[in-house]
């Protein structure tokens, strides 16, 4: 039996059937932005690898910083014991991030920072003796991860993980706001989450919301006056603001955090993705000075009080903390302000001519993210074999066909992937 027979029967793929999986394509090597498969064949990634690869592959900085790091130290327990890659990284996402953000935890990944951010909030309010406070607030197309707490801010109907409504948390949700930017603002967009927010704020830890961009629950976007107003109705009533930028940091939407564009800042916030470039598994939870505090307060002898109790194996990787100190000194260094501007342009004028076609209902840009969202669901399948045909490789759910390019990505390169988009979208 070769090595794909194997790995078909015995290994699993993320959201797919064991016993009928659908395909999964070798690949051998990947170098730029290009995917080489077994059979020799070369795709454009045009998704980042789930966008986290935003200096595409085999990048010369990066692969420095991991050779380098693994001749002093690949790994260290962070119980006890420190690094100077963790505190280098620290030392950049805090200059990074909104001001009020002063403290860092080290994840694993983008769904474990979403539950240390979950427990920060519990623990923020079970430090001041305010037990009751223990739910959640967020809107509808979400989504947060596929650990249990993450799963509880999911879409509850429309998402990935209502298989398991039965068993999770029981949150609280608003209805996700149309107007997509301020020029469409209408007050009703806010209605029902302040009618939520008043109702239930008592009982609220937090509000946990994906800032001006709604990843893998619709890949929506709506209007920083949204944003706005939500942090002005927390600190009305209390409640503390988290906002995951795990998709949406680094760049993406074009500002450095997609929160940037409403002027706000959060009490919690996450990241992940694109924070090592693409080459390591590694996630963060920053919070501010008064959450810290907060979750340090004395409660009544509790021999807890002030731990926050959360301890990944390996947090604060030293392999990881090094490429990702390397991928935001080569971020930094590039003009990738200028480049994700251009990169919104192209799709923009690229895509547009899919508007006319019957089988799409809507065309989206914002940042590096172009979205087409179809009348009917994608047959997966059938699409990516039709765009690897055409040299791009694209990851469609539900009834979206998208692109999050590296944002290294030439414009010749990017016509090739919304040239294979309109193709598709044409022949369904």
Not at 11 to 16: D, G, M
Not at 174 to 180: Q, S
Not at 212 to 241: N, S, T, W
Request: proline content about 5%.
């Amino acid at each position: 039996m070769n090595w794909l027979e194997f790995e078909r029967r015995h290994v699993w793929h993320p959201y797919a059937s064991m016993l009928n999986p659908i395909p999964a394509y070798p690949v051998a090597r990947a170098d730029g932005v290009f995917l080489e498969f077994e059979d020799g064949r070369s795709v454009i990634d045009g998704m980042s690898s789930w966008w986290c690869a935003i200096h595409g592959y085999n990048v010369p900085e990066l692969n420095a910083a991991i050779t380098e790091q693994t001749s002093k130290m690949s790994h260290v327990m962070f119980g006890g014991l420190t690094h100077r890659p963790a505190s280098d990284l620290a030392e950049r996402l805090l200059s990074l991030a909104p001001s009020n953000m002063q403290h860092v935890f080290f994840a694993d990944s983008g769904s474990v920072s979403v539950e240390v951010a979950i427990k920060m909030a519990l623990q923020f309010w079970q430090a001041g003796g305010r037990y009751e406070k223990h739910r959640l607030l967020t809107i509808r197309s979400g989504y947060h991860g596929d650990t249990f707490g993450a799963m509880s801010v999911c879409d509850p109907e429309s998402g990935m993980h209502h298989l398991f409504s039965g068993v999770l948390a029981q949150q609280l949700f608003a209805d996700t706001p149309g107007a997509r930017n301020d020029d469409e603002w209408d007050e009703e967009d806010i209605a029902s989450f302040k009618s939520r927010i008043k109702t239930h704020h008592h009982e609220l830890a937090a509000v946990i919301l994906e800032p001006i961009v709604q990843g893998a629950g619709g890949m929506r976007f709506y209007a920083p006056e949204f944003l706005r107003q939500v942090r002005k109705l927390c600190d009305e009533y209390d409640v503390l603001l988290i906002l995951d930028e795990i998709a949406t940091g680094f760049g993406r939407t074009g500002t450095m955090f997609a929160c940037e564009q409403a002027g706000i800042e959060p009490d919690i916030m996450c990241v992940g993705k694109a924070l090592t470039g693409g080459y390591m598994s590694l996630a963060a939870t920053l919070c501010s000075a008064a959450v810290c505090r907060g979750i340090h307060a004395d409660s009544g002898g509790n021999q807890d009080a002030g731990v926050l109790m959360h301890g990944p194996t390996f947090m604060a990787n030293p392999l990881a903390c090094a490429v990702a100190v390397a991928s935001i000194d080569l971020l930094l260094s590039s003009p990738w302000q200028a480049s994700v501007a251009a990169i919104e342009h192209q799709l923009k004028v690229e895509l547009d001519v899919c508007r006319q076609m019957d089988a799409v209902a809507d065309v989206r840009c914002m940042g590096a993210i172009g979205v087409i969202e179809l009348k009917q669901p994608v047959d997966v399948v059938n699409i990516q074999r039709q765009l690897i045909d055409m040299g791009v490789w694209l990851r469609p759910f539900g009834r979206l066909l998208y692109t999050m390019p590296p944002l290294v990505i030439r414009p010749d390169q990017l016509r090739r992937v919304t040239a294979a988009m309109a193709s598709a979208c044409e022949h369904i």
